[in-house]
């Protein structure tokens, strides 16, 4: 069964504060909310409705690293977690780097892709910077605030999933107030 944790207050108040409740539950908002979830493979469920009817934004959180098959593999896709992956984060690459070494292009608008984005990853061989594979950030939405949907039932549809799809943690955040006393 996974775990339930809060989500950071702060982290939750300047993403609200940021999106001022207006596009609370789009596309934008929900890659925005994903670089303030620590962890990789998770569940979130945000409830928010103070004095109307609570809405509830459901998603599965899936961050990974897919390696590009090589020519004559299988053509099996590679995917590793990115926590447990040694590379250089930057803007440029590293200054004398090793064979092997990977490199994470960062500080590049990256493509937005509705619902997730993709950076990508670079592998020194010795000689010159090949395309090694793609850090891939992705929002599975299950309930996107369209429809009245209460804190209780966001989590027992959030547990379900979690619970189908092996996941350890649960992250949220209940802002209703609709029948509390």
Known sequence: MAKEKSLDLAAVQTWLAAWKEKDLYSDAAVRD????????YCMVVITCGVGCPPR??????WRRVVVLPKPPANGRVQILDPDRVTMFRGPTPPM???????????????????????????????????LHGHLRDEASISRQGKQECSFAEALAGARETARRNRLQIIYTFDDSTWGNA
């Open 56 to 61: 509830s934004l459901v998603f599965r959180r």
């Open 33 to 40: 909310l994903l670089s303030l979830i620590p962890d990789n």
């Open 96 to 130: 004398a780097p090793i064979t092997d070494q990977l490199w994470l292009k960062e500080g590049v608008t990256p493509k937005w892709s509705v619902p997730w984005v993709t950076q990508k990853i670079f592998r020194w061989d010795g000689t010159q910077w090949l």
